[in-house]
T-cell receptor, first 110, second 114 residues
Framework: QQPVQSPQAVILREGEDAVINCSSSKALYSVHWYRQKHGEAPVFLMILLKGGEQKGHEKISASFNEKKQQSSLYLTASQLSYSGTYFCGTGDQYGNKLVFGAGTILRVKS | NAGVTQTPKFRILKIGQSMTLQCTQDMNHNYMYWYRQDPGMGLKLIYYSVGAGITDKGEVPNGYNVSRSTTEDFPLRLELAAPSQTSVYFC?????????????FGQGTRLTVV
């Protein structure tokens, strides 16, 4: 069952912050975050593992709340280059399937 | 290092035709995946493989078949193409079990069925 992402879309001005949420009705064992630019392949941002720490990547960080079965992606002081569609992907307990949410469209305006 | 290579990049099929989408990776990854992405939509898992000779269905397997005879190759077969299979197809691979490592994506195959 695919994870649920919110919001579906968000528009920001440069320098503003955003949060993208990913939740699952099933227990989460790992959460992946990817960004896809229009017409391109998804590109890896980070992985969060059950029992792991919050991860960071430049001004993009993420958290993983196992009890709430949720992960959140935090984009700080957004830049034009952050525009794209963000996907969270979750793995099953066997670590085999990687299933993605429907995506969150992020548009950063100057 | 080529990573994940998909061929062809574009293809137009007529209804009822068949074709094979090729996917090759040179990173010695055991795990490989096929996804489809409809316009403006997310990635749907079609099939996946955890190693040579082992494949399993994903979320939307109907109308597709896969095989994995080698670690490097994971072709996706479309039999009797239908307009509903018009989509962009992405192949991906990853190294570690337990999904502890990132998935690398190919550049996609844009398929139109008319």
């Amino acid at each position: 069952q695919q994870p649920v992402q919110s919001p579906q879309a968000v528009i920001l001005r440069e320098g503003e912050d955003a949060v993208i949420n990913c939740s699952s009705s099933k227990a989460l064992y790992s959460v992946h975050w990817y960004r896809q630019k229009h017409g391109e392949a998804p590109v890896f941002l980070m992985i969060l593992l059950k029992g792991g720490e919050q991860k960071g990547h430049e001004k993009i960080s993420a958290s993983f709340n196992e009890k709430k079965q949720q992960s959140s992606l935090y984009l700080t002081a957004s830049q034009l280059s952050y525009s794209g569609t963000y996907f969270c992907g979750t793995g099953d307990q066997y670590g085999n399937k990687l299933v993605f949410g429907a995506g969150t469209i992020l548009r950063v305006k100057s | 290092n080529a990573g994940v290579t998909q061929t062809p990049k574009f293809r137009i099929l007529k209804i009822g035709q068949s074709m094979t989408l090729q996917c090759t990776q040179d990173m010695n990854h055991n795990y490989m995946y096929w996804y489809r992405q409809d316009p403006g939509m997310g990635l749907k898992l079609i099939y996946y493989s955890v190693g040579a000779g082992i494949t399993d269905k994903g979320e939307v397997p109907n109308g597709y078949n896969v095989s994995r005879s080698t670690t490097e190759d994971f072709p996706l077969r479309l039999e009797l193409a239908a307009p509903s299979q018009t989509s962009v197809y992405f192949c991906a691979s990853s190294y570690s079990p337990g999904l502890n490592t990132e998935a690398f994506f190919g550049q996609g195959t844009r398929l139109t069925v008319v």
